[in-house]
C-alpha cells in the first residue's frame, strides 16, 4: 500500500467540504450542499452531501425493516441466546452445553444486557412472546443505526466526502447487513462496537476507541481483539502512548470483566471467565471448533459475494488499488488523511488473513468487519474513478482545475445500480426462500387464540425432527403450556435440552451434555407424545426421517408454506431473486405444521416424560 506521506488526493472543493463536515458535525448537522466560489468546481461544491440526520433517518428505515422482515439465519443464535434469553426472563427455555457449568463459554452478563430492557417491557404490558423477541431486534437496530452514523461521520472526516457518500449507499442495501444487523449474536454485537471503536480512533479519541474494542471482545466475542491490535500499534509504537494505553486496558478490564465476572460466576454456581473458557476450547484444545464443520477457503469468497456482491470484489482487492492510485494519481494538495490507509485499514485484512486459515467457517464470523466491507469497495471504486480520470487527461486537454468527479460520476452511478440492485435482489430472496419457519409459528399462535380446544391444565409437544436447527426460538411458542421436543433424525450430534426449571436450575450439571458433539439419547423425545410436528417435506424420506405429512390418519396439515429445496434448485436464483426465472429454476418443498387428530393423547401431567 501506498505509505502515508502519499496519499489520495483531495482537490480545494472537497477540501472546503471535508471542513465544513467536520464543523456541522460537532452540531449534529450537516448541511446538504456546500456552496463554493471556484467556478470551474462549482458542479462538485454542490454535490449532495447527506447530512448526520438523513443518514440516521435512511439507517433506522433500513435497519427496521431487517428487524421485522430478516428470518433467524443461525441455529446457533436461536439455541445459543434467543433460548437462554427466554429462560431468563419467562423461567423456561432450552439450553446448550456450552451453557454448562462444567464448560461455561457463554455469558449471562450478555444477555441481561438484552434482556434487562425487554424483562421491563415484559412486566410493564405483558405482551405476547414475539412482540418481546421483535422488541429486542428494533432495539439491536436501533443501535446498529447509531453506530453506522458515527462510522459515516468517522469515513467523511479520514477519508473524504466522495468515499463517505459511496460506503452510506452501499451500506444501506447491503444483504450482509440485512442479517447482521440485528441478529442476536455475540459477533453482531462485536461488530458494533469494534465499529464504533475505527470510528472513535479516526476521530482521534483513543481513550474511547480502546474501550469499545474492550467491550466488544470481553462482553462480545474474545477474537474481536484482532481489530484493535492496529490500534494498538498507532498508540504504542507511532503515538508514543504506552502509558495511556495501559491505563485505558486496565480501567476497561476494571469495569467490564470484574463485573461480568461477578455475573456469570453467581449465575453458574463457581468462577467462571467465560471470554477465557471460549479461548481455551477453540485454541488450546486437540478438536476445538473443527468439530461442526470445516468449509474450504472458497466459502467466504463466496459467502461475502452473496452478502455485498461487487463490493465484496473490490474491497478484497483495495491494498492493489491504492498502490495504483500511489503511482499513477499525483497528489495536488495536502492529504486529509490522520491516519496512513495501510493502517487504518489493516483491521480488515487482518481479520481475513485469519479467519480464512481457520477449518472451521460460518458467516457470522464476518461480521465484526462487515462496516470495513463498504468502506474499503468505496475506497476502490474511488481510485477506480481517479484513475480513469487520469487515462482521460493524457488523451484530452480539460480546464486547469477540473475536478474528476465531473467526469467519471457515471462510473460510480453504474457501480450503485448494479450494487443496489443485487442487493435488494438476494434480500427479496431470503425473505421469500427462508422466512417460512417464523410464519408458521405465527400460524400456531393464532390458532392457539382462536381455537377453543385448548386446555389450560395440558402440555403441548411440538416436535421437530431433521429441522431441528430451524426452530425460530421459543420467543414464538404461544404459551408456557409448549414445549419444543426433539424428535430422532439422521442428526447424531448433540441436541439442546431444557434447563432445570428448579432453583439455581442454570449452576446444574447435566450428565448428556459434552464438549465433543457426541449425541445423547436423552435429548430425544416419544412421537406418540407428540401433538404438533414441525417438519419440511423435500420428498426425500428415510426410517428415521419419514414423510409426516404423508400420515393422514395421524395428523393434520394444519398449515404449509413453501421453502426453498437447496438440493434441487438453481444455485444462482435461489441465490437472487430474478423475476419469472426464478420461479422456473428454483425448488420449493412444503414446510408443514401438523398437527395430531387424536386428542387422547395429550398429556396433562409432563411428568410422565420431561427433558431437563
Given at each position: 500500500?501506498?505509505p502515508?506521506?502519499r ?8 477540501s472546503a467540504?471535508l471542513r465544513?463536515l ?5 452540531k ?8 463554493n466560489?471556484?467556478?470551474?468546481s462549482?458542479?462538485r461544491?454542490n454535490a449532495?452531501i447527506?447530512g ?10 433500513a435497519r ?5 422482515w430478516a ?13 437462554p434469553l427466554?429462560?431468563l ?5 432450552l ?5 454448562s457449568?462444567e ?7 450478555y444477555?441481561?444486557?438484552h434482556g434487562?430492557p425487554?424483562?421491563f417491557y415484559n ?5 405476547n412472546?414475539m412482540?418481546?423477541f ?6 439491536l437496530?436501533l443501535?446498529c ?9 468517522a469515513?467523511?472526516?479520514?477519508f473524504g466526502?466522495?468515499i463517505?457518500?459511496?460506503?452510506l449507499i452501499?451500506?444501506l442495501?447491503?444483504?450482509?447487513m ?5 441478529a442476536?449474536?455475540p ?5 458494533y462496537?469494534?465499529s ?7 476521530h482521534q479519541?483513543y ?6 474494542v ?9 477474537f474481536?481483539?484482532l ?16 502509558k495511556r494505553f495501559v491505563?485505558w ?9 470484574i ?5 456469570d460466576s453467581s449465575?453458574f ?5 467465560a ?5 481455551m ?5 486437540s478438536h476445538?471448533?473443527?468439530l ?15 452478502n455485498?456482491?461487487v ?7 483495495t ?6 492510485g500511489?503511482y499513477?494519481?499525483?497528489?495536488k ?5 490522520y ?6 485499514l ?12 481457520q ?7 464476518l461480521y465484526?468487519?462487515y462496516?470495513?466491507?463498504?468502506l474499503c ?5 474511488d ?9 482521460k487527461?493524457?488523451h484530452s486537454?480539460?480546464p486547469p482545475?477540473?475536478?474528476y468527479?465531473d467526469?467519471?460520476?457515471?462510473i ?9 440492485t443485487?442487493?435488494?435482489s438476494?434480500?427479496?430472496a ?7 419457519p ?6 400456531l399462535n393464532t390458532f392457539?387464540r ?6 389450560t391444565?395440558?402440555?403441548?409437544n ?9 426452530f425460530p426460538?421459543s420467543?414464538?411458542?404461544p404459551?408456557?403450556?409448549f ?11 448433540i441436541?439442546?435440552?431444557y434447563?432445570?426449571e428448579?432453583?439455581n436450575g ?8 459434552n ?15 407428540c401433538?404438533?410436528?414441525f417438519d419440511?417435506d ?5 426410517d ?5 405429512a404423508g ?11 413453501q421453502?426453498?429445496?437447496?438440493a ?10 430474478v423475476?419469472?426465472?426464478s420461479?422456473?429454476y428454483?425448488?420449493?418443498?412444503n414446510?408443514n405444521?401438523l398437527?395430531?387428530k387424536s386428542?387422547?393423547?395429550?398429556i ?7 427433558l431437563?
Amino acid at each position: 500500500m501506498a505509505p502515508a506521506t502519499r496519499t489520495r488526493s483531495i482537490n480545494k472543493s472537497d477540501s472546503a467540504q471535508l471542513r465544513l463536515l467536520r464543523k456541522n458535525s460537532k452540531k449534529e448537522r450537516t448541511p446538504k450542499t456546500v456552496q463554493n466560489k471556484d467556478p470551474v468546481s462549482a458542479s462538485r461544491a454542490n454535490a449532495v452531501i447527506p447530512g448526520v440526520d438523513t443518514a440516521l433517518k435512511a439507517f433506522l428505515s433500513a435497519r427496521f425493516c431487517a428487524a421485522l422482515w430478516a428470518h433467524v439465519s443461525d441455529c446457533d443464535e436461536t439455541f445459543n441466546y434467543w433460548d437462554p434469553l427466554h429462560y431468563l426472563i419467562y423461567g423456561r427455555g432450552l439450553q446448550t452445553w456450552e451453557y454448562s457449568p462444567e464448560f461455561g463459554l457463554r455469558s449471562y452478563a450478555y444477555l441481561l444486557g438484552h434482556g434487562v430492557p425487554a424483562w421491563f417491557y415484559n412486566c410493564l404490558f405483558k405482551p405476547n412472546p414475539m412482540l418481546v423477541f421483535y422488541m429486542i431486534r428494533c432495539m439491536l437496530g436501533l443501535g446498529c443505526a447509531f453506530v453506522e452514523v458515527y462510522f459515516y461521520k468517522a469515513v467523511c472526516r479520514e477519508f473524504g466526502i466522495q468515499i463517505g457518500r459511496l460506503w452510506l449507499i452501499f451500506q444501506l442495501f447491503s444483504p450482509g447487513m440485512f442479517i447482521a444487523s440485528t441478529a442476536f449474536l455475540p459477533s453482531s454485537f462485536a461488530m458494533y462496537f469494534c465499529s464504533a471503536s475505527l470510528a472513535a480512533w479516526w476521530h482521534q479519541k483513543y481513550n474511547l476507541a480502546v474501550y469499545f474494542v474492550a467491550i466488544a471482545a470481553l462482553l462480545g466475542w474474545p477474537f474481536a481483539v484482532l481489530t484493535g491490535l492496529p490500534l494498538c500499534y498507532d498508540m504504542v509504537v507511532r503515538q508514543k502512548k504506552l502509558k495511556r494505553f495501559v491505563i485505558w486496558t486496565v480501567i476497561s478490564a476494571a469495569t467490564i470483566l470484574i463485573p461480568m465476572t461477578l455475573i456469570d460466576s453467581s449465575y453458574f454456581g463457581r468462577i467462571v471467565v467465560a471470554p477465557l473458557n471460549l479461548i481455551m476450547y477453540n485454541v488450546f484444545t486437540s478438536h476445538g471448533p473443527n468439530l461442526y464443520g470445516t468449509e474450504p477457503l472458497s466459502y467466504y469468497l463466496i459467502n461475502g459475494f452473496l452478502n455485498f456482491n461487487v463490493i465484496w470484489l473490490l474491497a478484497l482487492i483495495t491494498p492493489i488499488m491504492l498502490l495504483l492510485g500511489y503511482y499513477f494519481v499525483p497528489a495536488k494538495s495536502k492529504s486529509t488523511f490522520y491516519l496512513p490507509p495501510w493502517l487504518s485499514l489493516s483491521p480488515f485484512y487482518l481479520w481475513l488473513l485469519v479467519f480464512l486459515l481457520q477449518p472451521h467457517k460460518e458467516e457470522r464470523f464476518l461480521y465484526p468487519v462487515y462496516l470495513m466491507v463498504g468502506l474499503c469497495g468505496s475506497i476502490s471504486l474511488d481510485v477506480v474513478q481517479k484513475l480513469f480520470f487520469r487515462i482521460k487527461t493524457w488523451h484530452s486537454a480539460l480546464p486547469p482545475g477540473t475536478h474528476y468527479l465531473d467526469h467519471t460520476m457515471w462510473i460510480s452511478a453504474i457501480v450503485m445500480i448494479v450494487s443496489t440492485t443485487l442487493g435488494l435482489s438476494r434480500i427479496v430472496a431470503l425473505y421469500y426462500n427462508y422466512h417460512a419457519p417464523l410464519d408458521l409459528m405465527m400460524e400456531l399462535n393464532t390458532f392457539y387464540r382462536t381455537d377453543s380446544t385448548f386446555k389450560t391444565s395440558a402440555t403441548y409437544n411440538v416436535c421437530v425432527g431433521k429441522d431441528w436447527y430451524r426452530f425460530p426460538n421459543s420467543f414464538f411458542l404461544p404459551s408456557e403450556q409448549f414445549r419444543i421436543r426433539f424428535l430422532k433424525s439422521e442428526f447424531k450430534g448433540i441436541l439442546p435440552a431444557y434447563f432445570s426449571e428448579h432453583e439455581n436450575g442454570t449452576a446444574i450439571v447435566h450428565p448428556y451434555f459434552n464438549d465433543m458433539n457426541r449425541e445423547d439419547e436423552a435429548m430425544y423425545f416419544d412421537y406418540e407424545n407428540c401433538h404438533f410436528i414441525f417438519d419440511l417435506d423435500v420428498e426425500r424420506y428415510s426410517d428415521l426421517e419419514p414423510n409426516y405429512a404423508g400420515r393422514t390418519k395421524e395428523w393434520t396439515v394444519l398449515k404449509s408454506l413453501q421453502f426453498v429445496n437447496s438440493a434441487e434448485s438453481h444455485p444462482l436464483f435461489r441465490s437472487f431473486y430474478v423475476p419469472y426465472f426464478s420461479n422456473l429454476y428454483v425448488t420449493y418443498g412444503n414446510f408443514n405444521l401438523l398437527q395430531r387428530k387424536s386428542t387422547s393423547k395429550v398429556i396433562g401431567n409432563e411428568n410422565k416424560r420431561k427433558l431437563k
